[in-house]
């Protein structure tokens, strides 16, 4: 079993969509949270970066941390094209530097 | 420039032939770190750089990978003797090495082995 479960996806929405995008983890020492998205032939950019659990919002982005559940989530509102992207959830243990992925969403916005 | 710079963008190299990749940090980053993705696969962590020295090279996959890093700065990931299974993008990433700090990625180098 992986520590960090994505489903790869591909998910379609129209533009204007609610999106939803989760992750699961298996490993209870993960406390830092974050969500990169990916353009296609281009090295990921981050997104959203929580620390433990709670809820964190950045514009049209929503990000939410559930340490009980070990799930963590990501909604775009109002989806646009330019959303369509490959969405990585990704986290990192307390004391450690390294960043565990999960395999990412591909995510379509269609106009 | 502002961001992780990598080069070549791309490398096709043939089977058994040894490739160098580069990364240079954004400036004043500490840490440094190598991923690989696969055609449609998560990041695969490689080697993780403080400084010049690798506290944590667990993810290299065989002996044949190696990597080091210089003047606290630029850093090159070797792969000798390629192999096929060795093509895919290879993402350089830097960060100010506190364990809150999140992760700049450059845009990765697509290598193919023939």
């Known amino acids: 079993q992986k520590e960090v479960e994505q489903d790869p996806g591909p998910l379609s929405v129209p533009e204007g969509a609610i999106v939803s995008l989760n992750c699961t983890y298996s490993?209870?020492?993960?406390?830092?949270f974050m969500w990169y998205r990916q353009y296609s032939r281009k090295g990921p950019e981050l997104l959203m970066y929580?620390?433990?659990?709670g809820n964190k919002e950045d514009g049209r982005f929503t990000a939410q941390v559930d340490k009980s559940s070990k799930y963590i989530s990501l909604f775009i509102r109002d989806s646009q094209p330019s959303d369509s992207a490959t969405y990585l959830c990704?986290?990192?243990?307390?004391?450690?530097?390294?960043?565990?992925f999960g395999a990412g969403t591909r995510l379509a916005v269609h106009p | 420039g502002a961001g992780v710079s990598q080069s070549p963008s791309n490398k096709v190299t043939e089977k058994g032939k040894d490739v160098e990749l580069r990364c240079d940090p954004i400036?004043?980053?500490?840490?440094l770190y190598w991923y690989r993705q696969s055609l449609g696969q998560g990041l695969e962590f490689l080697i993780y750089?403080?400084?010049?020295?690798?506290?944590?090279k667990s993810g290299l996959p065989s002996d044949r990978f190696s990597a080091e890093r210089t003047g606290g700065s630029v850093s090159t990931l070797t792969i000798q003797r390629t192999q096929q299974e060795d093509s895919a993008v290879y993402l350089c990433?830097?960060?100010?090495?506190?364990?809150?700090?999140?992760?700049?990625f450059g845009n990765g180098t697509r290598l193919t082995v023939t």
């Open positions: 990433a830097s960060s100010f090495g506190q364990e809150e700090s999140p992760l700049h």
């Open positions: 490993n209870s020492a993960f406390q830092y």
């Open positions: 929580t620390y433990s659990s």
């Open positions: 990704a986290m990192r243990k307390g004391g450690y530097n390294k960043l565990i």
């Open positions: 400036s004043g980053h500490t840490a």
């Open positions: 750089f403080q400084g010049n020295s690798a506290p944590d």
